[in-house]
């Protein structure tokens, strides 16, 4: 099993550019998310989704959309790529119920908008 | 809105020692879970330990364990004969124990960054 896999790892943007980040991943997970991480900072929820055709907003969706069209793929699109937006991008998958629930991350993705 | 404080950046211990990491928690919920995960520099996030909140018995897993404190709202993790292999990012998260939407979120501390000394 390859898990969750991100790609790109890395990439500068200029401001003003859009880009997106793809996430995929072959454990048939319905839960799947995308989490930013700013340094000195935990983890923030961008955008989640609950099964293909759905998807909702997390505590930080402003400059950022999604789509679920398959249960292996969840891309994150950034449209007017700002410096705000410089971070480092997690996608994850889980299965499982409260306690239960175990979380598969894929290995990031460093944005920097310059 | 529940918050998650981890109050120390930055810790050392000496490999083979004992070391003991922060984290304090704020919320009214009294069902919920606590998670420790720990990030290499691979960036690739692990799931150390887990705490249900209406268990008292502190989690153990090998090397590793808490110290649930409820009333005081605090879940420290200890690390028993650390390892090279323990020096990462630690970080501390909270989930409620139930619902929908929000429920969705973990809250996660900033982290606390481990060095193993040889």
């Known amino acids: 099993n390859a898990g969750v896999t991100q790609t790109p790892k890395f990439r500068i943007l200029k401001i003003g550019q859009s880009m997106t980040l793809q996430c995929t991943q072959d454990m048939n997970h319905n839960y799947m998310y995308w989490y930013r991480q700013d340094p000195g900072m935990g983890l923030k929820l961008i955008y989640y989704s609950v099964g293909a055709g759905i998807t909702d907003k997390g505590e930080v969706p402003n400059g950022y959309n999604v789509s679920r069209s398959t249960t292996e793929d969840f891309p994150l699109r950034l449209e007017l790529a700002a410096p705000s937006q410089t971070s480092v991008y997690f996608c994850a998958s889980s299965y499982g119920q409260g306690i239960d629930e175990k979380l598969f991350f894929g290995s990031g993705t460093q944005l920097s908008v310059l | 809105a529940q918050t998650v404080t981890q109050s120390q950046p930055e810790m050392s211990v000496q490999e083979a020692e004992t070391v003991t990491l922060s984290c304090t928690y704020d919320t009214s919920e009294s069902d919920y879970y606590l998670f420790w995960y720990k990030q290499p520099p691979s960036r690739q996030m692990i799931l150390v330990i887990r705490q249900e909140a209406y268990k008292q018995q502190n989690a153990t897993e090998n090397r590793f364990s808490v110290n649930f404190q409820k009333a005081a709202k605090s879940f420290s993790l200890k690390i028993s004969d650390s390892q090279l292999g323990d020096a990462a990012m630690y970080f501390c998260?909270?989930?409620?124990?139930?619902?929908?939407?929000?429920?969705?979120?973990?809250?996660w501390g900033a982290g606390t960054k481990l060095i193993i000394k040889p």
């Open positions: 998260a909270y989930r409620s124990a139930g619902g929908l939407g929000s429920n969705y979120q973990l809250i």
